[in-house]
């Protein structure tokens, strides 16, 4: 074996989204308007949250903490991947794909779970209407959100652990556009079986088992919903829980398709769609589903602009 093969690889190129010049300068301006937006949208709602006393309830209590890992699970990527559009050669140095890992694994895992938290919430409300405030206390409330990011730093770890203790010798071209353990598990220069299987347990820990949890609370909730005498409290109960769930099925939907399949030798087109969706546009998505066609927010957003 020659003694370049022998060398550990201390950076990492990326064959990025396109070669194609054009290309790349339109891919900048579309994504440069997803992350402005990205960023607008999830720091508007943070500061709505944070000084309006109208939205001091659990719902908004556990939004906050979605917009926050939406806004650090963007910025883990898109910045980075503007920079490659205006450059030719996209590379990143090994420290800084261990740390890119870790931190979207930290905010990806804790948003798995923070979405399944507020369809518990969501359930509570619709299903248990006269008990809430007694069960969704404050501090329960902080109890949950800190399992959350806990869960999403546990899974973090472990998957960073196992892929990063791979030898990586010699190939260290990556077609992707940012450090993820399914496009970093291809170049490795040993059996990566035992690592995949780590990261398809963590899979089902974080994806999984919060997507049991989400269907059950919403089975709950449709069998509540559909035997309202109301109308108008159907149609209003659908229209906040079905902004949710169209939350749930974007983000945890493309989760599934990158982390909990097998791992094949070739990264191809379709998988860096997926990871687009994921990590930028599902970022992007959340504000707006979620929380600016709301009439709190709105409210909320119509008293700070009068002040």
């Not at 794909?97 to 804790?110: D, E, N, P, R, S």
Request: neutral net charge; aromatic residues 12%.
């Amino acid at each position: 074996m020659g003694e370049e093969n022998q060398t550990s690889v201390t950076e990492f190129v990326f064959l990025g989204l396109s070669q194609d010049l054009q290309t790349q300068v339109l891919l900048f301006f579309l994504f440069l308007a997803i992350y402005l937006l990205t960023v607008l949208g999830n720091l508007l709602i943070i500061v709505l949250i944070h000084i309006d006393s109208i939205l001091h309830t659990p719902m908004y209590f556990f939004l906050r903490n979605l917009s926050f890992a939406d806004l650090c699970f963007s910025t883990t990527t898109v910045p980075q991947e503007l920079a490659h559009f205006l450059v030719k050669r996209k590379t990143i140095s090994f420290a800084g794909c261990a740390t890119q890992i870790m931190v979207l694994l930290l905010v990806g895992g804790t948003e798995c779970a923070l979405l399944a938290v507020m369809s518990y919430d969501r359930y509570v409300a619709v299903c248990k209407p006269l008990h809430y405030s007694t069960i969704m206390t404050h501090s329960l409330c902080v109890q949950l959100a800190m399992w959350s990011w806990a869960s999403g730093a546990f899974v973090s770890l472990v998957d960073t652990m196992f892929t990063l203790h791979l030898p990586y010798r010699g190939n260290n071209i990556i077609n992707h556009f940012f450090c993820e353990p399914p496009a970093l598990l291809k170049l490795a220069s040993a059996d990566t079986y035992n690592t995949e299987m780590a990261i398809f347990a963590m899979g089902v820990v974080i994806l999984l088992v919060p997507v049991s949890l989400v269907l059950v609370s919403y089975w709950n909730i449709i069998s509540t919903v559909t035997q309202m005498q109301s109308g108008e409290g159907r149609l209003k109960v659908f229209s906040t829980c079905g902004s949710h769930l169209l939350v749930v099925v974007l983000f945890y939907g493309s989760a599934i398709l990158a982390y909990m399949r097998p791992n094949s030798k070739i990264m191809n087109e379709r998988d860096k769609m997926i990871s687009v969706f994921y990590s930028a546009v599902t970022p992007m998505l959340n504000p707006i589903i979620y929380s600016l066609r709301n009439k709190d927010v709105k409210g909320a957003l119509r008293r700070l602009t009068a002040k």
